[in-house]
């Protein structure tokens, strides 16, 4: 599976960790920064991943910012993309079961790095259930499409 990575300054320690993890579990990763702890603007990060995901470039995202918040709203106004902002292991599997969840968005300075690693694992390891889900799912895509005209 392919998932793009990406992080604010604000989570850009959190990313580092969750890139050594994933790699270390033989994802292919694609980091689209930051590349350092400087400074940068949290919406242009998550732009950049929300449209690789979207596009279908990569299956999911994985996105960190100080509180997953900024980064996550970012994300969702690219038309496609439905990040989740978690922070327990509950609402990483309700959000792939329930939502179809294609980026996960987490808070570096909220949660600590087990528990981030495993609301990935969580996350990466749960797929979407469908049905009556499905429905929902597709009143979200028709938001999308009302407010894209
Ligand atoms: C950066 O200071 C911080 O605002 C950002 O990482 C994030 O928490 C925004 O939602």
Redesign the pocket.
């Known amino acids: 599976m392919k998932i793009a990575l990406g992080s ?4 850009y320690l959190l990313k580092t960790e969750i890139k050594a993890h994933l790699e270390s579990k033989g994802y292919e990763i694609e980091d689209f920064g930051c590349c350092t702890p400087e ?1 940068v603007d ?1 919406p242009d990060i998550g732009q950049a991943v929300g449209e690789a995901v979207a596009a279908g470039k990569f299956e999911k995202g994985i996105l960190c ?7 996550s ?1 970012s994300a969702n106004k690219v038309p496609g993309v439905r990040a989740a902002l978690c922070g327990d292991c509950f609402s990483a599997k309700a959000s792939r079961e329930h939502n179809d969840a294609n980026i996960l968005a987490l ?3 909220v949660i600590g790095v087990g528990l981030a690693k495993m609301i990935v694992d969580i996350w990466l390891e749960n797929e979407f259930l469908g049905g009556r889900h499905g429905c929902r799912v597709d009143k979200i895509k028709a938001i999308e499409d009302k407010f894209s005209k």
């Open positions: 604010d300054h604000g989570g400074a949290y910012c100080g509180t997953g918040i900024g980064i709203i808070g570096e300075r």
